[in-house]
């Protein structure tokens, strides 16, 4: 990268300097993007191989943590534990693993750093005996049923699209995880005639549109968690890299001397990702939970033309149903009742979703309408279980500064989401309450880990407006250190430390400066 010279280098100050204060009245101060992702596995030790030796994250053997205690029960499942006392029932009957004091499970997990993000995996299981793992599936996958959730990677732009698909189910298969295996974006009389697909037809790419260069893939992971792949080229590389410049987000897909790690080298050609692209999560309602993102966390709504307004057609359906599609074959069922859209040329139903930009990933909040115009009623079957032990489970948690006092955080995060209209979407105590979301003292809206691999963290969950997972976590004394070195030692970036943050040197001026006007609306 060339020495920048001192004239570009003040436009460049410039133009940034009026995104700033255009930026500083939505972004919430304390929030340094999004902290990670967790996905619940039933198999912890298969998850981190999957996503270390196939995907190209590094495990953060640090962080390798087990918790369990009154606190830990109520902040995880306090919504479900409440719901059991209402019912007169066992909350393990609701598939809440007891990791209370008086309870014999246990939380274990690890995290996993990607490009721009971390995956955090968590497994329930008996203390003393990790094999015996708390176990509870769904058999319902479709991504259409709210709020279902998936994590999207973004493969690099060097990288052929439809050979990554192939490597990256003949890895996972090489590894021991022949399930993950991608949907095709076309019609199959059985499941052996995936192979009479030709490579060139793997993913699904838009050549005119909106979308044009942008290609996607749906998939399952080892523990059957929703994933998908994103790749950007062409002019929506473009308009994508103008809302990263205008937010001040960060990604190695646009820092021209990003070089690969011993980490992705080692994955081979399935480690080709520049790291994380999207959180997705099923809404109820598009507009109101745009709001909700936008409005009470600070998420920059990426704008047209990256808006999947009416997504349709044959090859999209079958890539986002495909493996749904075979249940309902085998269960002799209809397509609807198990949560299938009917997106099909043939069919009635479309699907809208919308970017909402974080400090390195978006939330992808989508919706499915149960006709083809917008304003026809939506489409929205709903899972009956609102426990995170589900395997496939997945979360996004928000990283709060740590100069920011958490808990104070938690609450104006709260009384911000109620004066928009939000009442539900409340965090759980880490106390045993009669209500969800009942009136606390300050100093109880959460409790920093003391001791062990995450001593210095702090974490809470709530239910969004859709029942989706969200969060938001805290990393202070060794838990930061910690998660510092992983960062670097990964060459990952964050905002969370200005020597993770590529904007507090340089590194994005190559990029960004390219636009003559990057505030565009
Ligand atoms: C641990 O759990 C596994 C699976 O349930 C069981 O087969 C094994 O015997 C248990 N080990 C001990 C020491 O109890
Ligand atoms: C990107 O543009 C090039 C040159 O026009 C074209 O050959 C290629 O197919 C485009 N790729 C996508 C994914 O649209
Ligand atoms: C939830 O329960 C209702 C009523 O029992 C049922 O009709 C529906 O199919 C269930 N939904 C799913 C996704 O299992
Ligand atoms: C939690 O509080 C409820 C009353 O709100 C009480 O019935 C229950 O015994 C308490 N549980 C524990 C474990 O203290
Ligand atoms: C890329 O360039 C920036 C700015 O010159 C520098 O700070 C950074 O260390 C470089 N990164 C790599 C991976 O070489």
Known sequence: MSPRRPDKGWTFAFVLCSVCVHMAATKLGSLRGIGYMTVT??????????????????????????????????????????????????????????????????????????????????????????????????????????????????????????????ELEANAARLGMPNVRVNRPVPLASESDRATVPEEKLGVTFTDGDFAGVSFAYFKGPTGEQLELFQILNQ?????????????????????????????????????????????????????SVKFYTQVLGAQLIQKPIQAVNVRGDDAAYMLFHKEIWDALRWKTSRRDIGIADLWDSGNNRLDHRFNLFDNYVVETLQYTDGRDLSAPKFNPRWNHSSMAYSGD????????????????????????????????????????????????????????????????????????????????????????????????????????????????????????????????
């Open 236 to 288: 929506s590389r473009y308009h994508v890299g103008e809302e990263w410049c205008k937010r001040r987000a960060v990604s190695p897909a646009f820092v021209s001397n990003y070089s690969d790690n011993s980490y992705k080298r080692n994955a081979g050609y399935s480690g080709q990702l520049y790291g994380l692209f999207q959180f997705g999560t099923r809404t109820a309602d598009l507009a109101t």
């Open 394 to 521: 997945m979360s996004v948690s928000f990283l709060i500064d740590e100069a920011s006092d958490f808990n104070s955080v938690v609450r104006d995060v709260e009384v911000s989401a109620k004066a928009k209209g939000f009442t539900d979407v409340l965090a759980n105590r880490p106390v045993n309450v009669s209500s969800l979301g009942e009136s606390v003292g300050l100093g109880q809206y959460s409790r920093p880990i003391a001791s062990g691999p995450l001593k210095g963290l702090n974490y809470v969950f709530f239910k969004g407006w859709s029942g989706e997972h969200f969060g938001f976590v805290q990393f202070k004394d060794e838990a930061k250190a910690k998660l510092k070195a992983a960062l670097l030692q990964y060459g990952a970036m964050s905002t969370a430390f200005p020597e993770t943050n590529p904007w507090t040197s340089d590194g994005f001026d190559q990029f960004c400066s390219a636009y003559t006007d990057p505030i565009v609306g």
């Open 41 to 166: 596995t039933d198999d912890l030790e298969l998850s981190t191989k999957f996503y270390t030796e196939v995907l190209g994250g590094m495990q953060v053997k640090e962080l390798s943590f087990s918790l369990h205690g009154d606190d830990h029960y109520y902040r995880y499942f306090q919504k479900e534990i409440l719901e059991a006392r209402t019912q007169g029932v066992d909350p393990q009957s609701l598939h809440v693993p007891d990791i209370s004091d008086s309870g014999d499970y246990e939380v274990r997990g690890e995290f996993v750093v990607f490009g721009n993000g971390i995956i955090q995996l968590q497994t329930f299981s008996k203390r003393g005996n990790h094999s015996e793992v708390f176990r509870a599936h769904e058999p319902h996958t479709s991504p259409a049923i709210v709020p279902a959730p998936h994590f999207c990677f973004w493969v690099k732009d060097s990288a052929n699209f439809n050979h990554y698909i192939h």
